[in-house]
T-cell receptor
């Protein structure tokens, strides 16, 4: 079973549309994240949730809204998509208290046309 | 604000050679991670370094951490083609936020 799974893997959509990316982890972790990887492969955190509570919100436009219905799920909804939103979005999870690494999903490649 | 810098950003080397990737960071942290990313794939955890002087080895890769110098190294011994990938270091910047370096794109030629 995949530890951190995201859907969809690929998403091509027009400017102005609204789209969602879903993420689920079966590792029993407390903390989940969304990271954005741009065309230059640079990875930057967007959001972090711990037990459904928002912990980190890194200067992300309000068009991006994360939702965590429970600690195993963290979804990302994006309104009014813009060309600059094109990127690969990675979900990840980790233990809150443990000194362990974050585990990443396979990524969602979003292309806005 | 925590900054993490890797060098080199691009590295092309021949099989059988040794090389080192460097990761410098700007503020105190005692947790550093190395990840590997193959083209179009996810990030795979390689090493977790949790204390000053920590050294970990897996196959031809060895990572070390010097928290006083705020420096980690990833050493590649007798490189093989299968090690071609992009390697990222990441430092915990508080609240479990990982701050990543720019990545080092490693190409190993036969």
């Amino acid at each position: 079973d995949t530890a951190v799974s995201q859907t969809p893997k690929y998403l091509v959509t027009q400017m102005g549309n609204d789209k969602s990316i879903k993420c689920e982890q079966n590792l029993g972790h407390d903390t989940m994240y969304w990271y954005k990887q741009d065309s230059k492969k640079f990875l930057k955190i967007m959001f972090s949730y711990n037990n459904k509570e928002l912990i980190i919100n890194e200067t992300v436009p309000n068009r991006f809204s994360p939702k965590s219905p429970d600690k195993a799920h963290l979804n990302l909804h994006i309104n009014s998509l813009e060309l600059g939103d094109s990127a690969v979005y990675f979900c990840a999870s980790s233990h809150k208290q443990g000194k362990t690494e974050a585990f990443f999903g396979q990524g969602t490649r979003l292309t806005v046309v | 604000e925590l900054k993490v810098e890797q060098n080199p950003l691009f590295l092309s080397m021949q099989e059988g050679k040794n090389y080192t990737i460097y990761c410098n960071y700007s503020t105190t942290s005692d947790r550093l991670y190395w990840y590997r990313q193959d083209p179009g794939k996810s990030l795979e955890s390689l090493f977790v370094l949790l204390s000053n002087g920590a050294v970990k080895q897996e196959g031809r890769l060895m990572a070390s951490l010097d928290t006083k110098a705020r420096l980690s190294t990833l050493h590649i011994t007798a490189a093989v083609h299968d090690l071609s990938a992009t390697y990222f270091c990441a430092v915990e910047g508080g609240a479990q936020k990982l701050v990543f370096g720019q990545g080092t794109r490693l190409t190993i030629n036969p």
